[in-house]
């Protein structure tokens, strides 16, 4: 238990459907992430929150939407997806971003388990 | 090429057998990352480590700053270390973390 948690688990969708995957923290951390890992590559960053404003968007197509309320949770909203937008998707949290020299232990991330989606 | 290259990709060990993984980057760094994924998917952070050497358990980090390169043991493999290892490296302006392809373990027993 990593004190980060990803609902669903797993999620079949069509290209038309909208679904959200939502993340919560309960390690008081103010950064959080959505990552994107597809098979046989590396995981990809595909955003980040700094107390709650959104710090950096890796060129992710518009049918990803980020949203977060609050430090604790973060949602990723999904909106006509395609066949290769299938992947885990990974949400992480950190005390904080950027950590000053000295006190790298603040960027450790902290993974959820994953939501495993498919989309037909 | 990617900026993170673990090597090997996939490794078969036996039960007892000591196990190294290998992880060369090519940028500055200000740490680098050493994870854990499991089947099913949830990574958890092994290592964190900018310099020298750090052990926990039968796990052992080295990093050579000078050569860019770092190094994951295991020491007595275990079945239960079968698992995806990750190479990831922290850049100098934050915690944006780049990482590698991961390398695929498995101990039979």
């Known amino acids: 238990e990593t004190g980060v948690t990803q609902t669903p688990r797993h999620l079949v969708m069509g290209m038309t459907n909208k679904k959200s995957l939502k993340c919560e923290q309960h390690?008081?951390?103010?950064?959080m992430y959505w990552y994107k890992q597809s098979a046989k590559k590396p995981l990809e960053l595909m955003f980040v929150?700094?107390?709650?404003?959104?710090?950096e968007n890796n060129s992710v197509p518009s049918r990803f939407s980020p949203e977060c309320p609050n430090s604790s949770h973060l949602f990723l909203h999904l909106h006509t997806l395609q066949p290769e937008d299938s992947a885990l998707y990974l949400c992480?949290?950190?005390?904080?971003?950027?950590?000053?020299?000295?006190?790298?232990?603040?960027?450790?991330?902290?993974f959820g388990a994953g939501t495993r989606l498919s989309v037909l | 090429k990617n900026e993170v290259e673990q090597s090997p990709q996939n490794l078969t060990a036996q039960e007892g057998e000591f196990i190294t993984i290998n992880c060369s980057y090519s940028v500055g760094i200000s740490a680098l990352h050493w994870l854990q994924q499991h089947p099913g998917g949830g990574i958890v952070s092994l290592f964190m480590l900018s310099s020298g050497k750090k052990k926990h358990g039968r796990l052992i980090a080295t990093i050579n700053i000078q050569e860019k390169h770092s190094s994951l043991h295991i020491t007595a493999s275990h079945p239960r270390d079968s698992a995806v290892y990750i190479c990831a490296v922290e850049g100098t302006s934050g915690s944006r973390l780049t990482f590698g392809e991961g390398t695929q373990l498995t101990v039979n027993p």
């Open positions: 390690l008081g951390h103010n950064a």
């Open positions: 992480a949290s950190s005390q904080e971003l950027g950590g000053r020299a000295g006190e790298v232990a603040k960027n450790i991330q902290y």
């Open positions: 929150y700094n107390f709650k404003e959104q710090t």
